[in-house]
Each structure stands twice: as C-alpha cells, then as structure tokens.
C-alpha cells in the first residue's frame, strides 16, 4: 500500500496544470483527474490530461470530463497565454489512453461519499465541484480538504480584482467557498513569486529526457512570450508535495464577489484582524485585533520558497528519466 498522500485532481490543462501533473503523479497517489472548461476547451483540457498520464508513464490512472461551460458566465478562456489547444504551439497526437465513460462529477460525487482520506486538488475553474456539491448536499461534509490554486490575497490577473480561475465561474467558487469543506487557497499572492524565464527552458532541455523535453517545449510558449511565467499551477500543489515550499499562511474568512461592477470573481479575504500599526506592510501574517470575529474559512497562503520550489520542479523532471 502507497504511503504517499491521496489525491483527486481537477483541472484544466494548461501549460501550468501540466507542470503540475508532473509533480503529482511523481510525489502523490493521484487516483483519478478530472478536465474542466477553463484555460480552454473541453475537448482539449480532457485529451491533455489524458496524453499526461501517458507522458509520465502512468496510463492507469483514470480520466474523466466534466463541464465545459461556467454555471452562468459565457466561457472566456486563456488560449493567449496557454494556445488554442492548451499546449502552447506543441501539437500532440489523440492519446492512445481512453476517457473514463462516467461524468467527471459523478466520479467526484462517487468517489468523496465512498472514501475519507483523499485531498480534491483544484487547479482550475470550480465548475465541476460546486456542480458536484449541488448534485449531492451530503458531499460537503465528506471531502476532508481543498486546495485551490484560485483567487489572490492582492491583485487578479483576468482583471486588478480577479483571478482567472474563479472569475471565470464566480458562482462555482462562491458555492465551493461556501460550503464549510476547509479550503488551502495558493493564490496569485504567491504563484507570481516565481517566475521562469526562457533560461529556464534551456535548463529543461538539458535534461533530456521526454518529460523534460515536453515541458521545455511548452513553457517556451509563454516564457518566450512575456520573458517570465509562473507556473501557478505547480506552485500551488507544492503546499503538499514539499510543505516546507510554503512559508507562511494565514487562516481568514474569504468570500467570493459574484455581483461587483469591478470585483467579480475577486476573493475578498478579511484581513482587518491583521492591519496593524503598519497597515502599508498590508498583510502582517500576524493577528494584531480579536475586534470583528470573523469565520475563518479559508487558509490562504502568503510566503514561497522559490528556491526550494525550482529545485523540487528540476529534480521532479529528471526524476522522471528515459521511458
Ligand atoms: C490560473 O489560471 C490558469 O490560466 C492557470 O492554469 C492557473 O490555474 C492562474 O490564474
Ligand atoms: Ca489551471
């Protein structure tokens, strides 16, 4: 039996899922991945995931698709950052690996009510999981932990407020945030402490090997484009990878802006208990009040050890060696 943790992964894949996969499937019990309609379509992030568990050389873990679409929003996708089909410019052949036939939140809603020791990672839009929540009220007390690579504790990227995952569907994120399952949210805040740059696509095709070879073809995509990307996917699934990549974190209440003119899909997280006498530090990690009591619902991340991160992220790709 695997010491390793369990996990369930939902995803939209991605340059930075991919990044992410690679260091799951290598450190985690990944029992299953589920593709959401996010960085782009459906038809895409499914056949992404499936081609990495191929590139990895774990075809036996299962697949799944679920939503395409936002609960309400027209879709907006990131194919600017990620290319059309998610993979930057890399084209790759349909996976011999096959989509599992069940819906992906059948699977989550299966899967969360039959076993109490698996982590849901989610690295994309929340759609799959609030409609999962939805479709079964009971799941809420049985999915022991998130962690969300969504939201920012300062600025967003889609807009200043918000983060491109939960502005994407606010409303799937406002039900998930809601729903009292303990959250780790690894935010903007922190995914853009790192930042890879083309010469980092150079250390990648040092490596050689296919997984090395693969992720330097695809972060070349990005980092050639804005001279540095981070990798936020990646960073966010280092909290249980390495926990010791994540230096500091804070327990707040966090709401999800669904109606703003400005802030839709921001995380609003309530930092007042923290603005002490140098409120221009912003955050000062440390409680200075107990005035307004708010709920903590969330456990948002602040601090990164980017150094350790980039090892970790090397180390895992060389681990992989020639298949
Ligand atoms: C998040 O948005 C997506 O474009 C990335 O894959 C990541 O999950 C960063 O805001
Ligand atoms: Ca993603």
Redesign the pocket.
Known sequence: MSDKRKVVID????I??CF?LMMCIKHLDVQGIVAVG??TGLKYTERNARYMTELTGRPDIPVYAGYDMPMINKPVRATEVHGSGGLGTVSIEEPKKQLEKQHGVDYLVDTFMNHDDITLIT??PLTNVAQALLKEPELKKRIPEILC?GGSALAGNATSAAEF?IYVDPEAAKIVFESGIPIRMVGLNVTRQNGMTPEDVELLKNIHNPVADFAAQIMAFTAGHYGRTSL??ACAVSWLVDPAIITKSAKVHVDVETKGEFTRGMTVCDWREYMGKNPKEDIVHEKQFSQWNPVPNVEVALEFDEKRFRQVLFDTIASYGDR
């Open positions: 995803c939209d894949p991605g930075d899922d992410a996010g960085n690295l994309g690579m995952n936020c996917d």
